[in-house]
């Protein structure tokens, strides 16, 4: 049920992108995958945020379920970084003349993608439960530096990638449909990304169900 | 109409990013129960 109202929510979003949006009058259709693009980004923000949120509250409590928590959302944070940084350079090609070049934002998102990637790849590194889910959590932590610095890289500093159209000042905007098409493909992904974190979270659960058959096949 | 093929590219190479995510979840979690339902039978076989 909650995945069928995901789809819908997703193909409507993918809907108002394509027909309800008015076309942008400089890169006319190619605008359209900011619609997709940067919700992508804000949903990947916020699995980041909820990741760190819990990784500190592991640190706090020593609890499992906020490492299973933090591991989910590192996970889905990744698939939606993933999704910028192939429709970016899709973008960039045609709008800039190439697929990528290392300013601010780009690189500093790159980093976003290889420090979480870094996190995952920490995690099979440690067999010790407890140790894994200390260390990853304290790595996550350090991680989620950059995501201050991906919002702000296009606020504190000028080069290739377009300037902010929301929070971005006085001087930045959208038209109004524009916007409402926006805010309801971020509201789209956003529901998205909390259905992939609960199937990704129920899946860690199951995990720790395993470890405790696992330890009693064992002591048999 | 100019660039629709890179728009199509983007939208579709995205959602399989998710597809492909999403499959992946679904197939780990069908393994691991299956893992967990062999490793309960094996334990009711040993009581």
């Keep these: ?220 | 109409m100019k660039n629709l093929d890179s728009v199509f590219a983007a939208y579709a190479i995205g959602w399989a990013v998710f597809f492909v995510f999403y499959l992946s979840v679904a197939k780990r979690t069908s393994s691991l129960r299956e893992e967990i339902e062999r490793l309960k039978s094996s334990l009711n076989r040993g009581k």
């Excluded at chain 1, 192939?86 to 601010?104: F, V």
């Excluded at chain 1, 920490?122 to 304290?138: G, M, N």
């Design chain 1, 1 to 220: 049920m909650a995945g069928a109202a995901v789809l819908f929510l997703v193909v409507a979003a993918a809907y108002a992108s394509f027909y309800i949006a008015p076309e942008e009058r400089t890169m006319r259709v190619l605008q359209r995958i900011f619609y997709f693009h940067a919700a992508s980004a804000w949903a990947g923000m916020t699995a980041f945020s909820i990741c760190f949120v819990a990784n500190l509250l592991y640190v706090w409590r020593r609890q499992e379920k906020w490492d299973a928590l933090g591991v989910s959302c590192a996970e889905v944070g990744l698939a939606f970084t993933t999704v910028v940084l192939i429709t970016g350079p899709i973008w960039a090609k045609p709008a800039w003349g190439i697929y990528w070049t290392w300013d601010a934002r780009l690189t500093s998102t790159f980093v976003l993608w290889l420090l979480y990637i870094s996190y995952l790849l920490l995690r099979t590194l440690i067999e010790e439960p407890d140790r894994r889910a200390l260390l990853s959590a304290l790595f996550g932590i350090f991680a989620f530096i950059d995501v201050p610095i991906v919002f702000g890289a296009i606020r504190w500093w000028r080069t290739q990638h377009p300037a902010p159209v929301i929070m971005g000042g006085p001087d930045s905007g959208l038209e109004p449909t524009m916007r409402a098409v926006f805010f309801f493909s971020v509201l789209a992904l956003h529901a998205l990304m909390v259905f992939l974190i609960v199937e990704r979270y129920q899946l860690e659960k199951m995990r720790a169900d395993f470890e405790i058959v696992r330890r009693e096949a064992e002591a048999q």
